[in-house]
Structure formats: C-alpha cells, structure tokens
C-alpha cells in the first residue's frame, strides 16, 4: 500500500510540474558534457545539490542534450519526492507579465517558491522585454538560497545582456544564479543534427 502510494505520488509531482516530454538518465550521452572541477557527475545525479538549494547551470551549443539533462534530473527529483517546476523561459516570462497586469503575481510567485526545485529552459532564446527581465530577476531573488535552480541556455553568461538588455540588472541576476552553482558546458554538434543526418544518409539514393 505504501509503495502504490508513493508511486501514485510521484505520478502526480510528475504531471503537476509541466515537463515537456518524458525523459530518463537511461542511455544519455554524457561525451560532450564538462563538469566543473568543485562538483562531479555522481554529485549532480544523486540529486544532493536539490537538498542543499544549489543551481545548476547548462550552457552551450543548441541540441547537444540540455533540455533532455534537466528534465530527466527534474524527473528523478519527482520520483525522489520533491516538488518540481518545469518552464520554457519564454513562456514563463509571458505568464509573470500577464498576471503581473492582472495583479495575480503574487499568487504564481507563491506557488513556484513551494517548489524544490524550479527548471527554467532556453533562458535567452527570445529577448525579453524590459518589464519581463524585471520580473524574471524579481522571481529567481526570491528563489536565491532557498530553493534549487536548474537553468539551460545556449548563451555564454557574457550574452545574456542582450537578452536582458539592462547590464546592471544582467549581471545582479548572474551573480545570484553562480554564488552556490555547478556549470556544466556542453559542447560538440547537435544531437538532432546528427540523427537527421544519419537518417539522411540511410536513405535510398
């Protein structure tokens, strides 16, 4: 009974943090990720730096399995018990906007901070609007020291003031996001890329 029951929970903090598609850690290519010299793989996977509210930041090349690291980590944290948020950033900014017009930010702020660990996906695909990275810096102070961040991007750090636009402000929310983080670079072709191409290259000529 008990294990049906975690199980049933699981399953719920599962649907309830809004993961994209499922993933696994089953089989995932770690070649071209880099971990950094503090931290190592076996850290991250145990899932201790959730516990001890640190971040994690994935940066580099599109397609090279950011998207798929988070959410699986993201995945094996539901499983583990812990309420997890999942948000493509560009969605999320346009959520704080519209409830921030309406005067019902405060109500989604609360719900993510409940959380054990908020994803935020593809920070810097879109530029951000001057009141959106208000609210996006607003949002991961509030979350700094008291709940985990894990953060994919294919902009170096030194970009992202042209997505946010503001330097000061870039580099206030920068500092919050790297004091208690592990960066792991990904580099190498896109995983997408290549499986086109070799799907490409089967075909009948």
């Known amino acids: 009974v008990l294990k049906e029951r975690e199980s049933s929970r699981a399953k719920n903090l599962i649907k309830k943090a809004g993961f994209p598609s499922p993933r696994t850690l089953e089989g995932f290519d770690f070649s071209p990720v880099t971990f950094p010299t503090e931290s190592t793989r076996d850290y991250i996977l145990s899932l201790d730096f959730v516990s001890a509210k640190e971040n994690v930041l994935m940066l580099g090349a599109v397609g090279t399995g950011k998207t798929h690291l988070a959410t699986a980590l993201g995945i094996k944290a539901c499983l583990s018990g812990k309420k997890v948020a999942f948000y493509r950033t ?14 019902q930010l405060n109500r989604l702020l609360k719900s993510i901070a409940q959380k054990d660990l908020l994803i935020l996906d593809e920070v810097g695909y879109v530029p951000a609007s001057k009141k959106a990275s208000e609210l ?42 790297i004091h208690h983080s592990h960066i792991l670079a990904f580099a190498g072709e896109s995983f997408r890329f290549k499986q086109a191409l070799g799907r490409k290259q089967q075909l009948p000529r």
């Open 136 to 177: 996006l810096f607003s949002l991961i102070s509030n979350s700094y020291e008291n709940q985990s961040i894990i953060i994919t991007s294919n902009l170096e750090l030194g970009r992202w003031n042209e997505v946010f636009g503001d330097d000061r402000l870039t580099s206030a929310l920068i500092d919050r996001l």
């Open 90 to 103: 560009a969605n999320l900014t346009n959520e704080l906007v519209e409830r921030h017009e309406r005067g």
